[in-house]
């Protein structure tokens, strides 16, 4: 079964960094677009990060714009999402999917926490 497993969440205070990565289980998703997206408690899962098949093009949500950096290396079938400048209210559960998304393929995500 194919799958998209998240990790690199954490707590951080405000203004830290932390990188996350999403590693699939197999090698097609070298062929697809895929973003990051993330859902705060009682809000929708929103789209924040999305990179094409190649990595030669990226774009981000206004919200996150010149903190987060997404990235992949297609040979490790792995994204990567680099977030600096932390928020309060970058604190969410992150995923990874394809983009546009797949109901198949939602993982546990991973948790990120931004705190003092």
């Known amino acids: 079964q194919v799958q998209l497993v998240e990790s690199g969440g954490g707590l951080v205070q405000p203004g830290g960094s932390l990188t996350l990565s999403c590693a699939a289980s197999q090698r097609i998703f070298s062929n697809y677009d895929m973003g990051w997206f993330r859902q705060a408690p009682g809000k929708e899962r929103d789209i924040v990060a999305g990179?094409?098949?190649?990595?030669?093009?990226?774009f981000y949500a206004n919200s996150v714009k010149g903190r987060f950096s997404i990235s992949r290396d297609n040979a490790k079938n792995t994204v990567y999402l680099r977030m600096d400048s932390l928020k309060p209210e970058d604190t969410a559960v992150y995923y990874c999917n394809t983009n546009p998304a797949e109901a198949r393929y939602w993982g546990q995500g991973t948790q990120v926490t931004v705190s003092s």
């Open positions: 990179i094409n098949w190649s990595g030669a093009r990226t």
